[in-house]
Each structure stands twice: as C-alpha cells, then as structure tokens.
C-alpha cells in the first residue's frame, strides 16, 4: 500500500497480516464408519471392533488436514452423530433421540438441490435432571492431542443450542422453566471446558449456528414461542456463552456461527 509522505514524496508501507485456516464443521464420515454405526447398534460388529473403525476415521482426518499444511487439527467429528450430539449422548435426562433431533427444520441449498423438510420430533424434550455419565469431548481431545504434533482443537455446542430439547409439556416435571434447563446445560458444559483445559487444551471452538437461524422467520416463530422474543434470546445467549467459556486466557477461542 503507498502513503503520499512529506514534499511530494512517497513511500511504501508494508501491513503483515496473521492469517490461519482450520476446519470448521465436521468432515464427511467414510462409508466404512457409516456402515460400521449401523452394524454395532444391530450387534453385528463388537464394540473393539467399532471402536478401531471409529479410530482409522480419525487418524485419516489428522492426516487430510495435516497434509493440506493446516497448523490446527480436528477429529473430522467423526465419533459423532451429528455436531451437538455428544452432550447428549454423555448425558443422561435427554431421552431416546436420534438424527432428527438435530435435522428438523426446512433445508435448501440453491437451485439445483431438492429442498429437504423435516418436523421436529414430538418426543423431543428433557425427561429428567441432567446427570452427566462421562465428559462430553474429553476422550475425543485426548485421541487427537496424542496423533498430532499440531495444534488439536475441539468443538463444543453452546448452550443456546440445547433450547430446541427443552418442552414445556414434556420437561416440566424436571424444568418447569427454560431458564432452569439451560442453566445446567452451563454448568456442565463449564466444567467440561475447564477439564479440557486441565488436559493440555489450548484451541476450543463454540458450534452456535443457532444465532443466524434466529433470523429465520420460521425457526424464530419457533424459539420464541419458548417464551423469550429475539433481543432475550441474543442477550441471554451471549451471556451463557460468556459463562462457559469462563476466564482461560490461554485459551484461544472460536466461534462458529
């Protein structure tokens, strides 16, 4: 870039600008995952067995990243169903859910994709009292931290996202409000990420797409049905997620959106 100087004459100014790349969401699942998910759910594949498939996924994830000369690395997502899955499958209280309990909604790419719909399950909604099981990405941190010389990060949901799992018919008993529901989701999600930084975490990325699809007319009639209009839910939402990620200085944090 040339900035005019003083008496007519110019110089150059050179602006160094710190760029990086990693992946953000998940990476496509081989088919030998995608049948081997199948095949230990139906008891057809032993669990060893599904777990060293899961494993090859993972370290074929490491080595596509790291040969494209990316400096942070992710597991590619692959030990999951869907990107916000883990918390509720480390979880108990969610109930029985599957796929759709994180697909719903209408769908479309541009013109040439079919448009894809699907209803919210009518038996989606926390049953009962959080009681976390195991840690919700620990296991995941610590396969990749010790299969990469590189930068390991991991991806957490915000607490926002948990909101569509909450039913005023079906969480009363548990959470007779969202408020109630949603400030355990905080509580567990920080104490996750203050175990991942205890294990050597340095890179923790948010997963909050949920924010953009409140301008959806469709998903926001939705939410705010829940009982919280637009403002309460940005303001409220922000603040969880100030909550979770607490005070790590050390930590770099992303969010995606």
């Not at 697909?103 to 009292?129: A, F, H, I, T, Y």
């Amino acid at each position: 870039m040339r900035e005019a100087g003083t008496r007519g004459h110019c110089y150059r100014k050179e602006i160094m600008i710190n760029t990086h790349a990693d992946v953000v969401g998940s990476l496509l699942r081989p088919l030998e995952l995608l049948k081997a998910r199948e095949e230990v759910k139906t008891g057809r594949i032993s669990a060893d067995v599904f777990q060293a498939i899961e494993d090859r996924a993972v370290d074929e994830a490491i080595a596509l990243q790291e040969g494209t000369g990316l400096k942070v690395i992710t597991d590619g997502e692959m030990r999951r169903l869907s990107f916000q899955s883990q918390i509720m499958e480390a979880v108990e209280g969610f109930g029985e859910f599957d796929t759709d309990a994180f697909l719903w909604g209408d769908w479309c790419g541009d013109e040439n994709l079919e448009k894809v719909g699907k209803k919210r399950p009518q038996g989606l909604g926390v049953v009962s009292k959080l009681t976390r099981r195991r840690h919700i990405s620990l296991d995941e941190f610590t396969y990749l931290k010790s299969h990469t010389r590189r930068t390991p990060k991991i991806t957490l949901p915000s607490p926002i996202i948990a909101a569509s799992w909450w039913s005023p018919d079906l969480s009363a008993a548990a959470y007779p409000t969202l408020e109630s529901f949603l400030a355990d989701v905080v509580d567990i999600l920080r104490e996750e990420v203050a175990e991942l930084v205890r294990q050597g975490a340095t890179y923790i990325q948010i997963d909050a797409p949920i924010y953009p699809l409140l301008f959806d007319s469709q998903f926001r009639t939705f939410y705010e049905g829940l009982g919280w209009d637009l403002d309460r839910w940005l303001r409220l939402g922000i603040e969880m997620d100030n909550a979770v990620m607490g005070d790590f200085p050390e930590v770099t944090f992303g969010f995606h959106l």
